[in-house]
């Protein structure tokens, strides 16, 4: 941005030669000045904001962990739960309908077959 601004600062001099030409050029660089300084005041709050953003991110890292960790449990009973009683009962015949059974008791949904309370 500051080699941009060199740039055109040159630009206009070379080829305006004059020095009454270059009020205006001056002037609307004064006023991105303005604007980068008014930039930098709201980068003051953009570290708390980063923090945030921070926070936020390292919780959906323990989410996905956690849903992770939960699904091999699921996945785990759901095997044990189809060898043992997979013959006896419908809902325990296939290790994904193990899994969706043992899931709907944990969360309390397991109060009827069809899972209506």
């Known amino acids: ?12 001099v070379l080829l305006a030669g ?3 030409d270059l009020g205006a050029f ?3 660089k004064l006023l991105r000045l303005s604007r980068l300084a008014r930039l930098l005041k ?5 570290s708390e904001l980063k923090r945030i953003f921070m ?23 759901g095997i044990a739960a189809t060898n043992v009683i997979g013959m006896q009962e ?4 296939t290790v994904p309908d193990s ?4 899931f709907r008791c944990v969360t309390d949904g397991c109060a009827a077959y069809d899972g209506s309370p």
């Open 55 to 77: 926070g936020i991110s390292s919780g959906f890292k323990v989410l996905v962990w956690a849903m992770v960790l939960l699904l091999m449990l699921l996945y785990v009973f």
């Open 99 to 102: 899994m969706f059974s043992i």
């Open 90 to 93: 419908p809902e325990f015949e």
């Open 26 to 28: 001056m002037l609307i």
């Open 18 to 20: 004059q020095a009454e």
């Open 1 to 12: 941005l500051g080699f941009v601004d060199l740039s055109l600062t040159w630009r206009a």
């Open 42 to 46: 709201t980068l003051r709050w953009a």
